[in-house]
């Protein structure tokens, strides 16, 4: 197949996944007895929404699409920028962040990039602020189902590798319960496009099923400071580890969708 046709299906794809998770948090808020709605923001390379519900308190679906040249410094981290630093990039990345404490944050992204060489990146992972062991089972046994029907060794290699990354190394201490978490693959295109796109279902699925089962929930006012230190951590990660972050700011990303992840209200002790 031929690159530019690779980079078309993708980049559908990726609009697409933004319109049905956008939809799946709308009938959330719907069902709430909200009717918060996403807020679009268009720009040159993309869409960003951004939604403050009763059920969200800060979320956001972004789809982007960027092609351009990276800064020589940074490119020397980058597959295929030897003798040439142009890329073109198209993804999708979603934050969660729910008014309910009970309610982990909730992050995913996908997206594929071509430079000399072309590959897919992306995963998923939760940060929930209270233990629920239940929750956990149930969201690493979906990732593990998931996993196993694409590639029986990625489950344990992509769950290593997201506990690797959502670390927090100056505290010692995870940022969540993980996930999982991949770049630089490009072993089979259309296997790989495959699972890029099952992933996503199921993301989307996991969004409904625990946001549904916990949005009615009452919490206490400890709990909710417990939630605000947690996102305290949150910010630590994303502006000091986060390699998507530094990615889309080193890329010519939009910093209002790129920073958007950073969740309302943290606190430091």
């Known amino acids: 197949m031929k690159i530019k046709q690779k980079k078309r299906l993708t980049k559908e794809w990726f609009s697409k996944l933004q319109n049905i998770i956008c939809k799946t948090v709308e009938q959330l808020e719907k069902d709430s007895g909200s009717n918060a709605k996403f807020k679009k923001n268009k720009w040159k ?8 519900g009763k059920v969200i308190q800060k979320g956001g679906v972004a789809f982007s699409n960027v092609k351009g040249k990276f800064p020589k410094k940074f490119s020397k981290k980058i597959p295929g920028t030897k003798n040439n630093k142009n890329f073109w990039s198209s993804g999708v990345s979603v934050i969660l962040h729910s008014n309910n404490p009970k309610i982990p944050a909730m992050h995913f992204n996908t997206r594929f990039i071509c430079t000399e060489k072309n590959w897919f990146g992306g995963g998923m992972d939760l940060t929930p602020c209270l233990n ?6 149930y969201f690493h046994n979906k990732l593990k189902k998931t996993c196993d029907i694409h590639n029986k060794k990625y489950y344990y290699k992509y769950k290593k590798w997201c506990d690797k990354y959502f670390y927090l190394k100056h505290r010692n201490e995870p940022r969540g319960i993980g996930g999982i978490f991949f770049d630089y693959k490009m072993d089979n295109w259309q296997k790989d496009f495959l699972f890029v796109k099952h992933i996503g279902f199921i993301f989307n699925q996991i969004v409904y099923e625990i946001i549904k089962k916990k949005m009615f929930l009452k919490w206490t006012k400890k709990e909710k400071e417990i939630q605000a230190l947690k996102r305290g951590r949150y910010v630590e990660f994303n502006l000091l580890y986060d390699r998507g972050t530094k990615f889309g700011l080193n890329s010519g990303g939009n910093p209002e969708a790129i920073l958007m992840s950073i969740p309302p209200g943290p606190k430091w002790k």
Do not use: A, V
């Open 45 to 52: 390379h993309g869409e960003f929404r951004t939604i403050k």
């Open 132 to 137: 629920d062991n239940k929750e956990k089972n």
